[in-house]
């Protein structure tokens, strides 16, 4: 069972995700790229009754992590540290802030593919990023509300995923399982899931429509 989320990034997404996290009962460990006591009064003030730590304590005693530093500083962060954690990778390529990244221009597969290469050991899933940071804690609503949306999941691990889409439904979304971490490809930026808002019907349809199915019938979907 989850308790403890330790959070790498204490910007936007990381300090969203935070609140998100405490609100919805979690134990939150949070970093930057510094000493914990670097952003002590910035946690004090954005996201209270969360710890301010280093990176490698934040994830030390943490059921999962959370990795939201820009892309182009995900070497920053030492892979060793991650092995055998359950890893949310919440990180886009977006060029115009993470400048032009010749690794992940080449490469087709989804940026969490070359990230997971990154960390071999840790389970990588990935999720939360194709919703705003601004929209995280606004836009949740409980389970059966007719305007919930949905979020997107994609991971090889069974069981990663699965602890993975369970903060996504206690954080007030539908969670949708896309499949292994390839189909990632399909809510990255550029795509039609990244930025919109779907049900979990309308997610489920683009899903199969982006994996070049038919796309299901509300029927098949219930
Ligand atoms: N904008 C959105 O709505 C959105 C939504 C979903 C996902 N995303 C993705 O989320 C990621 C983070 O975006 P952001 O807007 O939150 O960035 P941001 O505001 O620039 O914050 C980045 C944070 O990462 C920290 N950091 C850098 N290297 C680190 C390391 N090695 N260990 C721990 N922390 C480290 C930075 O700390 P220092 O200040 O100490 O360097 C800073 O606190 C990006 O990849 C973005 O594409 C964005």
Redesign the pocket.
Known sequence: MVSTIGI???????TAIGRAALGAGYAVNI????AGA??ELLVDIVVPGARAMS?RDAVADADLVIV????H?FR??SPGMLAGKIVID?????EP??GRLDEFERDARTSSEIIRDYFPEARVVKT???????ELETDGLPAGHEERRAIAVAGDDDAAVAVAMQLIERFGYDAIYSGPLQTGTAFQPGTAIFGGRHSADELRAQLALASGQRPLSGAQLA
């Open positions: 790498l990034g204490a910007g936007r997404v990381g970093a930057g790229s510094g670097d952003i990176a939201a530093v820009p892309l500083k920053t962060i919440t990180m886009n390529y977006w802030i993470d939360l990023n194709h919703i705003g940071y601004h």
